[in-house]
């Protein structure tokens, strides 16, 4: 008889480095090896070459080794199998080792017992060449199909085909405690965790439909003792058929069986799953506070932008440091400190909706999301509230603890894109409310991005044009919806740069607010945009209204009133013919003051215009307790009108508000024919937008009122 040692080995998977180091391994012990990669190049070995052993893989892309196996069956080719996979399931070892594979190996494997195995296995196949080899694979199958049920570890059932049990292993007594003379003849639901019933009748019921095939699934089963919690399983399940008739397709299932009953394992996975949810409650969760972590923030920061970015919709990231925490820390100790964080968690939390994410990203430092926002407002409104309730003390044992926060604001898409690039800005911004005395909040603007030095150029930059006469004031024409009049302008403010061209506003305000440059160009705006209006008054364009908008830093000045009266008095302009343009926010920041405000304004013939209004999230009361003339419809909702108006509603509401309450109502960004037609139809009495023109010197309006003029007369004439 031939030794073992000069047998042919096939080895059989579809990854080559396995397969490689297989032969390397058998190589070395004097063993002949070919491969095949997958499991078509393994039957054409098979039927070119004989081989005395085949180590085969199960899952494999092209043909899987149940499939090798029945084709060697198929083929008569014989040879021993060893199977060597990742696949470790009952039923898939029980189905390799009914088709006759002599052993199973899981991956990854024991090089030493690999080695024994292919001994032994090359041995029985010498053995049961000389002696009968089927008789002795069907016994060798017997027998391991016993152990493995005897010996499993897992919980082995069968059930006739009403569901009631007919064999349980002992392993049902040792885990769930049930004995198993109790078990047998009961059905399958006597050990089913009360909220799972409904599952698992759906899953029987499913399994008794013939050619069902393997079914694997995870459930709690119930403990015999009640005060037992219940246990989670990883079940397999397959239905046991009897064939009728002589007929069969591909696969060889009869194409006539009768479903008789279900044959079954169930692992206890409980302390798996348990150490699982625990390591990924770790892996994404701070464990002093139980906020998420950076990384879960992270994920959600990507798939709340992708959402955003799919639905057009905005969102905001905070980040916030807080305030003196280092000082709690290092004077009360980091036990203190920790349960401050603890105390900061908690009252932050109680300020969020049920779909915001509060994560602690390190240190003292968090970070917020605040997924389908409507606008800046919104988050302006959330990180007021987040301020107001840290100011309240912490009780930390015998200690009254006061803190603050600074926040820094970036909204999508215009504070970032990107997941990395949306957190920096936010960073940014809350280093800038850090930097001008902590405790508040502040937006990122594009031009906090610029490094120091481009900044402090920018800022000298700035200052020189104010000097050097720089800055030039534009208009936009604001017109009569019915007539096409021209009847007021709005002032813009635009930067004659000498090296980088025409700087729109965007581009150097932010920095002017924050260098307080913007008090002085705004009272150069408001100075020159009345020299230049009043020399058209001068022309005979009597009826024109001039609106400019102020500095929230000018407006919140407790003589703020006096000066601008003082200002028009030098300059020659009629109070009656100046409009001042204020947004919600500014309005609502000091209400009570506010009101004093432009009540002063209004006694002065001042009129008062809401800027961008419908974009807030206040309250509308103030529009009765406000002397305000004028609302101006932001261009975001005149944008939305098209063909279909009842895409405009919102700009159908606020106009109908504003003729309610009897209020002047201006439509801005009107760009087409369309939207001028739909808001003249409204009863909308003005107009700004693209579609008059865009935003322009002095001298050209002067030239657009003289055309009007003469066009006006010329109908007028050709009528006479």
């Known amino acids: 008889m031939p030794s073992p040692n000069n047998a042919r080995i096939l080895v059989v998977d579809d ?51 149940h499939q090798v196996m029945g084709f060697m069956a198929e083929n008569s080719i014989d040879a021993a199998t060893i199977v060597v996979s990742g696949e470790s399931t009952f039923s898939a070892v029980s189905k390799a080792l009914r088709r006759g594979a002599y052993d199973y190996l899981k991956k990854p494997y024991d090089p030493e017992e690999l080695v024994a195995t292919v001994e032994s296995a090359l041995s029985k196949k010498l053995l049961e060449s000389a002696h009968g080899a089927m008789q002795r694979r069907l016994q060798r199958s017997e027998e391991l199909h016993r152990y493995i049920v005897n010996s499993s570890p897992d919980i082995v059932f069968m059930l006739d085909k009403e569901g009631k049990f007919t064999f349980l292993n002992n392993k049902i007594e040792k885990i769930l405690g049930f004995k198993k003379r109790e078990l047998l003849g009961q059905k399958y639901t006597a050990i089913i965790a009360e909220n799972e019933l409904k599952k698992a009748r759906y899953l029987f019921q ?69 150490a699982e949810d625990f390591i990924n409650f770790q892996a994404y969760h701070d464990l002093l506070t139980r906020l998420p972590n950076r990384s879960l923030f992270k994920d959600r920061l990507n798939l709340a932008i992708a959402q955003a970015k799919r639905n057009s919709e905005r969102l905001a990231v905070m980040f916030l440091d807080l305030d003196r925490f280092k000082v709690v820390n290092d004077t009360l ?51 007021k509230k987040l301020i107001q309730e840290l100011k309240e003390p912490f009780k930390l044992g015998d200690h009254d603890v006061f803190i603050g926060v600074s926040i820094g604001i970036a909204m999508y898409p215009e504070g970032g894109i990107s997941v990395e690039q949306i957190i920096q800005n936010a960073d940014v911004a809350m280093y800038h409310v850090k930097s001008r ?123 703020f009133v006096q000066a601008l009266i003082a200002q028009l008095k030098r300059y020659d302009f009629p109070a009656e013919k100046l409009e001042i343009e204020l947004t919600e926010n500014v309005i609502m920041n000091d209400l009570e003051n506010m009101v004093k405000t432009l009540s002063m304004l209004a006694e002065n013939k001042i009129t008062i215009a809401i800027d961008d209004f419908g974009t807030g999230y206040s309250s509308l009361s103030y529009l009765h307790t406000l002397p305000i003339h004028t609302l101006k419809v932001d261009q975001s909702f005149v944008k939305n009108i098209q063909e279909k108006r009842n895409e405009a509603c919102i700009v159908n509401a606020i106009v109908a508000m504003a003729q309610g309450l009897k ?49 006006q007369q010329k109908n007028q004439y050709e009528a006479v």
Not at 519 to 540: H, M, P, R, Y
């Open 15 to 65: 990854e080559p480095r396995l397969v490689t180091s297989l032969k390397q391994l058998l190589n070395s012990h004097q063993y002949e090896v070919d491969t095949a990669l997958g499991g078509k190049a393994a039957c054409e070995q098979l039927i070119r070459q004989k081989y005395e052993l085949v180590l085969l893989d199960l899952n494999m892309g092209d043909m899987d080794g």
């Open 206 to 274: 499913q399994n008794t439909a013939v050619n069902k095939g393997i079914r694997n699934f995870e459930m709690h089963l119930k403990s015999s003792d009640s005060n037992r919690p219940d246990r989670f399983f990883d079940i397999t399940i397959f239905p046991i058929e009897r064939k009728t008739g002589k007929s069969f397709n591909a696969e060889g299932q009869s194409l006539n069986p009768t479903f008789i009953g279900t044959y079954g394992t169930a692992r206890d996975i409980t302390e798996r799953k348990e």
């Open 333 to 383: 100790g980091h036990a203190m400190g920790d349960r401050l964080l603890q105390a900061v968690s908690a009252r932050l939390e109680g300020c969020l909706r049920e779909g915001d994410t509060l994560s602690r990203f390190g240190g003292d430092e968090f970070t917020l999301l605040l997924p389908e926002i409507n606008s800046r407002e919104d988050a302006r409104k959330i990180a």
């Open 437 to 559: 005395g902590k405790d508040g909040y502040q937006f990122f603007v594009s031009s906090m991005n610029t490094p120091s030095s481009n900044r402090l150029i920018l800022e000298r930059d700035l200052r020189k044009a104010l000097e050097d006469d720089q800055l030039k004031v534009y208009y936009q024409p604001q017109v009569n919806a019915q007539s096409g009049e021209i009847i007021g302008v709005e002032a813009l403010v635009r930067w004659h740069h000498p090296e980088k061209g025409v700087l729109s506003p965007s581009q150097f305000l932010p920095l002017a607010e924050e260098t307080k440059l913007i008090v002085d160009i705004s009272n150069w705006v408001l100075k020159t945009a009345c020299n230049e209006v009043k020399k058209w008054f001068q022309e005979g364009y009597h009826n024109i209204r001039l609106a400019v908008n102020f500095s929230p830093k000018q407006i919140e000045h407790p003589r």
């Open 663 to 711: 209020l002047n109502i201006v439509a801005e960004g009107v760009e087409t024919e369309t939207q001028l037609k739909y808001l003249k139809a409204l009863g909308c009495q003005e107009v700004q937008g693209f579609y008059f023109g865009r935003p322009q010197p002095a001298e050209y309006i002067l030239t657009l009122l003289a055309e009007h003029k003469n066009s």
